[in-house]
């Protein structure tokens, strides 16, 4: 059996809803699960919000039965004005019987704000929420706008969950603590981008979701054609996000290695505590400030998005995109050019050892390097970014698939200095991603996932020679669970256990939470700063 086998029609994740607050706790667990679990939660921060006035409104409301969307109208909030210090998107949901995990998204205008996948529902029902920051689209929300959601779902005899929502947008009055951008676009036709002829910082966001049933929600475990494995793909399991403007590589990233609610054939892993993003799809960043100069002529420029190691005619990645967009009030036209643009070779290279162990070796990588100069109103600015990508992974399995196994590892190191009038300004984040699991089948058909998945990132700000900022963010999720395949579900005598740690502190301060869960209940929730 493959471990893709136990997971299903597949979704993306938001950074569901924070634990509540509170000192330890331990509490007594059943010998194996039952019909009902704790509610979903996730040790990842609340979204801080401000002491100020705020006003809501209700983005969309509705029940998800099959892929028919919502689509409703957004009308800005009355009384808490134009500008606002911060903006946070709720969602709430709720499901009960059976149902997979699925995938959703939510369009205002257009843009995307937001990407998430559902947890699996007990036959007595769930319900969670997740939070999100999405005062970086404030300019969006400013005039009334088209919603769209769809979280796709097929609800029948057997797959009974309906899965019901509601999201909501919270304003709150004040100055934002960062300059927001003044413009939120999206491609025309999906590749035709037109900016403001003063742009002065272009950056560009990416979803990238592997997804849709088939083996790409799975790429980090897909073999080269050689192995004897059931998921194939011709390069092996090598993947690298690009952008590219009018046919030249703009931006290269890993993606993030999200495993959905159903994800290594084992449910009881992620019923109360999902994987890191699981319930927050975030989005990769491109800084495309280098290419301002080129795309301020006031003409449509082409930018693309792909996915370097996809077989070529398959599909399974979904990448729309938003173009978040600063611009100088000072000049009409900001002009600049293109100077420097160094691609690297893409190293991609899974060797196939056959034996009673089958194994795939990965190694990959690649650099890419740009950078340009804007006469603003304020002198001439030079972006420069550097940005590394390195992947190591080996995957073991015998025949028959009844032991698979993957350690792997992504790092992804990327450099922007921004250098004008006085010191340079430098920011070097360095994101790491790991995942360290295996499936076994025993001969009682006997099903144990053990898995150790990381999500990390060392993020330092320079001015000049001296620090001035930073951070560092360790969220480690660990799991351990086993059931009886094949037999109906009163008599899978599931056990499991999980546990999240969700570490972010450096020059704002410290943030420590730790979850621990056993056969569905919460036994641990504790605050380590």
Not at 86 to 112: A, M, T, W
């Amino acid at each position: 059996m493959s471990m893709l086998a136990g997971a299903t029609l597949l979704a993306s994740t938001l950074l569901g809803a924070a634990a509540p607050a509170g000192a330890a706790q331990t509490t007594d667990a059943p010998a194996e699960f039952g019909t009902d679990w704790h509610d979903p939660l996730t040790a990842a921060p609340p979204v801080t919000r401000p002491h100020s006035r705020s006003c809501q409104v209700t983005l969309a409301e509705a029940q998800f039965r099959d892929f028919t969307p919502y689509r409703g109208t957004y009308t800005p909030p009355a009384g808490c004005g134009e500008g606002w210090s911060k903006v946070v998107l709720r969602l709430d949901g709720k499901v009960k019987g059976r149902q997979f995990d699925r995938l959703g998204y939510l369009h205002v205008g257009g843009v995307e704000i937001l990407r998430t996948s559902t947890p699996e529902p007990s036959p007595d029902g769930i319900t969670w929420s997740v939070e999100k920051d999405v005062t970086r689209y404030s300019d969006t929300f400013r005039s009334a706008r088209d919603v769209e959601m769809l979280i796709g779902n097929v609800v029948n005899d057997t797959y009974t969950g309906v899965i019901d929502v509601k999201v909501t947008l919270t304003f709150y009055t004040g100055a934002p603590a960062a300059r927001a951008p003044d413009r939120v676009l999206t491609l025309t036709d999906g590749t035709t981008l037109t900016t403001p002829r003063n742009s002065e910082r272009v950056l560009a966001e990416v979803y990238a979701t592997g997804s849709g049933g088939g083996c790409e929600e799975f790429w980090y475990l897909t073999v080269p054609d050689a192995a004897p494995y059931s998921c194939k793909a011709s390069g092996g399991p090598y993947r690298e996000v690009q952008i590219s403007v009018d046919g030249r590589l703009a931006g290269i990233a890993a993606p993030f290695p999200t495993v959905w609610t159903g994800g290594w054939s084992n449910p009881f892993l992620w019923y109360v505590v999902p994987a890191p993003r699981a319930f927050d799809v975030q989005p990769i960043t491109y800084d495309l400030t280098p290419f301002a100069g080129l795309l301020n002529d006031g003409r449509p420029h082409r930018v693309e998005v792909s996915v370097a190691g996809v077989p070529e005619g398959q599909a399974g990645w979904s990448t729309p995109v938003n173009v978040l967009v600063w611009q100088d009030a000072g000049k009409a036209q900001v002009t600049g050019k293109l100077t420097v643009h160094r691609v690297g070779d893409l190293a991609n290279s899974s060797v196939y050892t056959p034996g009673s162990e089958h194994r795939v070796d990965t190694r990959g990588g690649h650099r890419l390097t740009v950078a340009g100069y804007l006469d603003t109103s304020h002198g001439r600015v030079t972006t420069t970014i550097d940005r590394t990508l390195a992947n190591t992974s080996t995957h073991r399995w015998n025949d028959g698939e009844t032991v698979d196994g993957l350690d792997a590892a992504w790092t992804d190191d990327e450099r922007a200095t921004v250098d004008a009038l006085g010191p340079a300004h430098s920011t070097h984040t360095r994101r790491t991603y790991t995942m360290d699991g295996t499936i076994t089948i025993g001969a009682d058909d006997r099903l144990r996932t053990v898995l150790t998945l990381g999500d990390r990132a060392a993020v330092d700000e320079l001015r000049g020679e001296r620090r001035v900022a930073w951070s560092r963010l360790d969220d480690t999720y660990t799991g351990d669970a086993a059931f009886t395949l094949n037999v109906p579900r009163d008599q899978r005598h599931a056990v499991g256990t999980s546990r999240e740690r969700y570490r972010l502190y450096g020059s704002d301060g410290c943030y420590d939470k730790t979850l621990m869960t056993r056969q569905g209940v919460l036994v641990e929730d504790g605050d380590g700063c």
